[in-house]
Every structure is written in structure tokens, then in C-alpha cells.
DNA sequence: GGAATAGTGTCTATGAGACACTATAAC
DNA sequence: GTTATAGTGTCTCATAGACACTATTCC
């Protein structure tokens, strides 16, 4: 039996949510696109695998991103090389360029999630990346979490941005920002500003220490738009 | 390798939060308390085990719980017979007798998760125990799951000792009837009224069909007493 | 009637959501 | 001054939280 990491990264570009998604250069499913990933090592555990196949297959750097252990995907027949049970990580990054270097790095790529069509992943990719999505969308509702799509420093317009586009919905300006300067230690207030091309400049914060998000920011409002009479 | 599923199983009883434990009976940690759970397989995957599991160590049939995937413990150096990932599940399980039948049943027993200490539990299981808890406790908020600590039918003061006990608070019973009542889809009266041996009768109530519950059941508010002034 | 538990109503404070205009900067 | 984006205030409604008494049943 052998042990692999799969890993969902995530980022927010152009306004679009997108997936890091590689090329694979290998059977079984050689040049079929997939989630970056793989073996993990007799010596590590599968945290250090996902920080390594990281950095191998895309040059990012796990540990200033947001990474965690998203669950296991264990079925006999997920893999035609034998059993091979998989743990998924979900990575959180800003907009970042892909490094170029590492050995895979030039097949890795980001994708837009809704471009993906239903057949478009190897092996049990398609499940593993919407188990990721619905985890993230999931937790930008009672986390800090949606930072983590930005840059150390952002703009409430940025951070509104992340939720808007990893919800698919349309947030109130105002009532985000009175929202989100209000929660508990979300943001803190850097005192610069940035300048844009046009435009008046946006205020710019940092992630505050707070990981829980109180009050929530609750999606399921939209789903709920009329609560009772 | 090996894959091993091990089982955080919760219930409440006598008005404390229970987990359903093992006294091993195999090297290594023969002897030692230990969370349920066993050997995957080669032709099962992981969510089979853990029914299989469920069944032979405890008696308790998965198909009628709330069973579902934690996280998986991939440290090589978690099991001294080598490297063993195990996928840990999350039951939660109204107040059942537990079934004497079965080969390893006759060990297992419901322990109060507030009378174990810190080196109690064999391998890496207090970890995983932990982790459980922290589950079930933050699911309790955004979804319907307490109803799965309950009988098929139950009275508002039974769901509300749940939350209680699990959260390790108090709550408002005037409150939590109100809101939980209001709660879109959440509780379905039976027309029924269970009579006890003393005090007034209850209305009996089941599950409805809402997973998610809206609105959700704030435990932060406990936690963060004063929202700001 | 006593004991035990279930069930309910009101008030206040806070947050959610709807909604439109002004401020700042580049050109 | 035109263009583009940032930033803000008010009103209404819903929910949270505090709080005490009545209702039902068994004995």
C-alpha cells in the first residue's frame, strides 16, 4: 500500500477563482491534468509531504501560505497502479507568479475553476477539488481565513473581492466594510495607503491575530432569502 | 504501510459527554485504553472499516449513526510496529446500551471524556480524541448534528442538554426553545408527548431534514462576552 | 397540595441588509 | 472637469440575550 499527498491550492486572480493544476508527466495518466502531488516518504509524514510537493511541483512555499489537511480518499480502485490511499491538503495562496524553477514547476499552471469540465481530472481529482472548495467556501464563513488569498498587505476591496469570487455572489461595499472593520481583531489598519493607476488610494491593512470570525460572515443568508414570516 | 481506522465514538449520558473506549487486547499498548478500530482491508475502503470496526468492537450498527471522516495521523513513528496511517472517524450515537455480543465487545465501555487525564489513551488517541471533540463541538453550531445524539424522538430539554454538555455551558431554556423551534427545518413535532415519571409531559419531536442549521447556534457569543461598545 | 418538569412573552441591544452620495486621486 | 475607485450614515427588521411565571402531570 503507498501514501500520496494531492493538493487543492487556491488563489483569487482577475477576479476569478482559480486551481493549481499540473500536467503529469507519468503514467498512469500521463499528460492528463491533475492535481499536484505524491509520494510521501518513508521517513516524513504527510504534513512534510505536502510542504515538499509544493515546493517541487509548483516552487511555492508552503509555510507562508495557508495550508491544511483537507481529509483521505482511501477507495481500493481510486488509483490503477494498486492501492494508493491519498491525503489532501487545501493551500490558500495570494496571487502569486509560479516560480519557474523546481523540476515540474513548468507543467504547473492556474486554472479557473469554472472552466473545469467534469472529465477534465485524473483519478479522483474532480472529487478531491470540489471536497476543497466546498472546505474553503465553508470556512471563509466563521474564519479569518479569507486573508489568506491576500497579499501581507490588502485593501477592503481586495479582501470583499476573495469573498465575492469564492462565493460566486455580490457583497455589499458598504455593509462589508462596516462589517469587517467591526469583527474582532480581523484587520488591522496599516496607516498607508495605495496608490492605484486611477482612482482615489484604498487604505491598506493586515491579517489581525484573530482566527475565528465573530460575528460570522454569513453566506447562508443568500441561501435563505426570506428567513419566516 | 498499513492503514488503520480508528473511532472517536460520542454519546451523552447521565448528563455528561461520553466516548466509547477499548481496553486493548494485542501488543503493542496490551492492556491500555484505547479508541476503537482496526485494519482496513485490502478490498474495503476506509468508510467500510470503520462500519466493520464499529460493529465487531462495539456493537454499534454505523448505518444508524452519525458517521463521519475526521482527519488521518500520518507520523511514521506513531505506531511503534511501524508505519500505520490511520483515518479517523467521528460517531456520534444517542445514549445506547452497548451490545454485549460480538468478539471484542465485551471491552468496550463508555468513558467520561472529562475523567480522562493526559496519558490515558494508547498511540497517538488523545490527539485524536481531541480533534474529535473540537469537531463535534464547532459542528453543533452551523449544522443540525446534535439531533444525532438523540433518540428517533426527543424533547427540546433532551436536544438542549446536548448542547450543554457538549459545549460544557448552560444555556437559556426559554431561549433555546424559542430558537430552536424557529429554526428552518430543524425540529419536526411528532404530536407526541413523552410522560416521565414526574413533572409535566414533553413534546416529543424528530429530526427534521435540515442539515445546516440557520441560524446557527452561536457558541462564540459565550466566548466573546462583550461583542465592543 | 406538593413536587417536578415543560412551556411561554417582553424588552432591549446588536447585527444584517437595503440604499446613494461624497472624497480623493490621476489625467 | 472627467474618470475611476474608496469610503461613509441611516433606517428597518430580525435575532440574541436577559429575565419569572404559569401549566401539566404524578403522588
Redesign the interface.
Known amino acids: ?3 500520496t499527498v494531492d493538493l487543492v491550492v487556491l488563489t483569487v486572480r482577475d477576479d476569478r477563482l482559480h486551481v493549481l493544476l499540473i500536467e503529469r508527466g507519468k503514467e498512469p495518466f500521463r499528460g492528463k491534468t491533475a492535481l499536484p502531488g505524491g509520494f ?1 516518504r ?6 512534510a509531504a505536502a510542504l515538499r510537493e509544493l515546493a517541487e511541483e509548483t516552487g511555492l512555499d508552503g509555510r507562508t501560505l495557508h495550508l491544511e ?1 483537507l ?2 480518499y ?3 480502485d481510486r488509483d490503477p497502479r494498486g ?1 494508493v ?1 491519498s ?1 489532501a491538503y487545501l493551500a490558500l495562496a495570494p496571487d502569486l507568479p509560479l516560480p519557474v524553477a523546481g523540476t515540474d514547476a513548468r507543467r504547473a499552471r492556474w486554472t479557473p475553476v469554472a472552466d473545469l469540465g467534469p472529465g477534465d481530472l485524473a483519478f479522483d481529482h474532480a472529487r478531491i477539488l470540489a471536497d476543497g472548495l466546498e472546505r474553503a467556501r465553508a470556512k471563509l ?2 474564519t479569518t481565513l479569507a486573508t489568506a488569498f491576500c497579499p501581507p498587505t490588502f485593501t477592503i476591496t481586495e479582501l470583499r473581492r476573495v469573498y465575492e469570487v469564492v462565493w460566486g455572489v455580490s457583497l455589499d461595499a458598504r455593509n462589508f466594510h462596516r462589517k469587517v472593520v ?1 469583527a ?1 481583531d480581523f484587520l488591522v489598519a496599516t496607516g498607508t495607503r495605495r496608490v492605484p493607476d486611477v482612482g482615489r488610494p484604498a487604505a491598506l491593512y493586515r491579517a489581525g491575530g484573530a482566527t ?1 470570525l ?3 460572515m ?1 453566506r ?1 443568508a443568500a ?2 432569502p426570506v ?2 414570516t
Not at 518513508?42 to 504534513?47: A, C, F, G, H, M
Open positions: 500500500m503507498s501514501l510521501v518513508s521517513r516524513e509524514d504527510s504534513d489537511q481529509r483521505s482511501t477507495r481500493p492501492r490511499v491525503v464563513e466563521y467591526n474582532d475565528v465573530y460575528p460570522p454569513l447562508a441561501q435563505h428567513a419566516r
